[in-house]
């Protein structure tokens, strides 16, 4: 005998639950790109303006208007990567299971209605924090200046931003924040200066790998200008917070460990541990969603789109 699926796996259902789950925390997506776009296509229009600053000469009553040097512009039409976990739900078991700890005789519909649903967002839960950990490796390529990503060993997306190369410093060794001969205030003030020169925004946050920052703290110069007063951004997860240690020389620190496992198996660093990253959180930068290609979403623009089936 057939049997027809609760409405709590229907696609409206399962997608709304989706949404309203809590996000996975992520540092790059927090600092860097706080606003999402949900497009009504499958293709977005990806803009990269790279510009000085430059003042506007005056005019008199009797000229006519000035040109504005040109600025270094791309704008490109790309289509939208997809992500397509499939997971077998452990909901569907418990009809004809009992739960853990109870007797061998099925428990009351209103139960068994409580325990599906209590395991339905178990499962939703684990396949959203999967994407979301996927879209923080991509926001952490697009801060270092490129983004590419690949599908059956195609590269299916791959942007350059135009970061110039001599913004990808590497200190010597004789002066790395290791050394006697360090001095990291100038580097930030170096740093900081020709981000406002090129972006016309003021560095605000610095982001160290586990190892930069073990040096970064140790070095004399830093220890009693390091203010490490906790503060809380409101808007940023308490997750994210905690991740702060400190500020100096009007910089806020962020440090940033952990792994993850590609496509391949292979192990990753979500921050290389030697490497440092300042930026402007001021900066417009934001994350695209394109409208999810199935028939069941009926074309409506979604960051997310749940369904299920049986078999």
């Known amino acids: 005998m057939s049997m027809e699926l609760p409405s709590q796996f229907e696609a409206i259902s399962l997608t709304d639950v989706v949404k309203k789950r809590p996000m996975l925390p992520g540092l790059f997506k927090e600092l860097f790109f706080r606003v999402r776009n949900e497009l009504s296509t499958k293709f977005a229009q990806i803009e990269v303006v790279v510009r000085g600053r430059q003042l506007v000469p005056l005019v008199t009553d009797y000229e006519g208007g000035t040109l504005s040097a040109k600025t270094r512009r791309e704008l490109r039409t790309v289509k939208t990567p997809r992500m397509n976990p499939v997971q077998r739900f452990s909901a569907p078991e418990l009809v004809d299971a009992t739960q853990p700890g109870a007797g061998v005789y099925r428990q009351p519909s209103v139960d068994l209605q409580a325990a599906m649903e209590r395991t339905l967002v178990q499962d939703l839960d684990a396949m959203k924090d999967d994407i979301e950990l996927t879209i923080e490796c991509m926001c952490a390529q697009a801060v270092t200046g490129s983004l590419t990503v690949e599908q059956d060993g195609k ?126 959180t001021s900066a417009k930068s934001s994350i695209e969603f394109g409208v999810p290609e199935d028939l069941a979403n009926h074309g409506e623009p979604n960051q997310y789109f749940s369904k299920s089936w049986e078999e």
Not at 172 to 188: G, I, L, M, R, Y
Not at 251 to 257: A, E, F, K, Q, W
């Open 155 to 280: 590269k299916a997306l791959d942007i350059d931003f135009q970061m110039p190369a001599e913004n990808k410093i590497v200190l010597a060794q004789s002066v790395d924040w290791s050394s006697e001969n360090a001095d990291p205030e100038k580097d930030f003030e170096d740093w900081g200066a020709r981000i406002l020169d090129e972006t016309g925004h003021g560095a605000d946050v610095c982001i160290m790998g586990t190892s930069a920052w073990r040096a970064f703290r140790n070095n004399k110069k830093v220890m009693d200008a390091l203010d490490r007063r906790r503060v809380e951004i409101g808007s940023l997860s308490p997750n994210v917070n905690k991740l702060r240690k400190g500020e100096f020389n009007g910089v806020d620190i962020y440090v940033y460990g952990g792994q993850f496992v590609d496509c391949d198996g292979v192990t990753h660093q979500l921050l290389d541990p030697n490497e440092v990253i300042m930026g402007a």
